[in-house]
């Protein structure tokens, strides 16, 4: 059964705290590797360590802004050889999956950060980059958009990138204030974590012409929005991300053999997940509770979780033939967007 998405992803780059490739990544997420530390000198309102899991070579000083523009370049230069090679005409569509607008993440360090990616590649890929600063969940949108711009032959080859950090004293006090981190305090909080993650795509129909082997088809991608959230006055049951799950695994023919996600110890999350898989139909995944949750490894990655789950998703089925021919990536964004993604191994029905 033919995709209803000609999405074929033909390149991944993931720069995380356990690794800085995508292989590398996903050998030490499956091994259990964690790279959760305490801080040398962040500490929470108990006066514990923060524990986190950051880029040890990332400067200290640097502001939120400049840590996610440092790790989205690093995972744009793993997939920027590809494209020298190919010299393909025109600019490069780069689709950038940023945190939600807030004080601490102003709509201004959006434009900083592009600008600063357009910059780094001048001189040796025109990129073209547009903003999607919609947290966790952006990369289900900015694959959306890339399938739109291939499907219309606008462009060859399309960037999805996602970045983010919470390694920011001004970013960890507001989160901490409300419970949000886990501490030695609040065991039911999130691990701060910092990452970045980079998929090349191109249309299915343009693979062999372009000689850019697929890692992976795009099957199917999901967007809703929870009503729900948070801080609303109502019980999130799980109807957004269960719509999601629906739109992605639309004609798929098989369950979902593997499951790749951003929950991250936090409770409204967990207990979000657990009404979503009672609201679809039991036999969508091979396993509803059988899931990878990353965040355990490389810490919460925010608006990178989509981006790095789907990089980590493709890598697993590249080197693992236990991983199976299909696998869903999701993730849930603070103001309610909901994604899901699925992904087929190259060639595989």
């Not at 993440?105 to 890929?125: H, K, M, Q």
């Not at 795009?218 to 929870?226: Q, Y």
Request: aromatic share 6%.
């Amino acid at each position: 059964m033919e995709p209803p998405l000609g999405l074929a992803v033909v390149g991944v780059a993931i720069h995380s705290a356990v690794g800085r490739t995508a292989p590398s990544a996903a050998a030490a997420v499956r091994a259990g590797i964690t790279r959760l530390s305490e801080h040398d000198y962040l500490v929470d309102n108990a006066g514990d360590p923060f524990r986190l899991a950051f880029d040890s070579e990332l400067d200290a000083p640097l502001q939120r802004g400049q840590r996610i523009a440092r790790l989205a370049a690093s995972a744009i230069e793993q997939l920027v050889p590809q494209l020298e090679q190919r010299k393909l005409p025109g600019s490069i569509p780069t689709f950038l999956c940023l945190p939600e607008p807030t004080e601490t993440f102003p709509a201004a360090d959006a434009t900083r950060i592009s600008a600063t990616i357009t910059n780094t590649f001048a001189s040796r890929v025109e990129l073209t980059c547009r903003n999607l600063s919609q947290g966790n969940a952006a990369g289900a949108v900015a694959l959306q958009s890339a399938h739109a711009l291939l499907s219309s032959g606008s462009c060859d080859a399309c960037l999805v990138v996602g970045a983010d950090s919470f390694i920011d004293p001004d970013v960890l006090e507001p989160l901490d204030e409300l419970g949000r981190v886990m501490s030695l305090s609040n065991r039911w909080g999130f691990p701060p974590g910092e990452g970045a993650a980079a998929l090349l795509l191109v249309s299915k129909a343009k693979v062999r012409s372009l000689n850019m082997p697929a890692l992976a088809e795009v099957h199917g991608v999901g967007v809703a929005r929870e009503l729900h959230g948070r801080e609303g006055d109502g019980v999130c049951v799980g109807e957004a991300l269960a719509d999601a799950f629906r739109q992605s695994v639309r004609n798929l023919g098989q369950p979902v053999a593997s499951q790749y996600c951003d929950i991250d110890g936090d409770r409204y999350r967990e207990h979000e997940y657990s009404y979503a898989i009672n609201r679809v139909h039991h036999d969508m995944f091979v396993n509803a509770t059988d899931y990878v949750a990353p965040a355990d490894s490389w810490g919460a990655v925010g608006a990178a979780s989509l981006v790095m789950l789907s990089a980590l998703a493709i890598a697993r089925q590249q080197r693992d033939a236990n991983a199976g021919p299909t696998s869903m990536a999701w993730a849930g964004s603070e103001a309610g967007l909901r994604g899901s993604v699925v992904y087929r191994k190259a060639g595989k029905r």
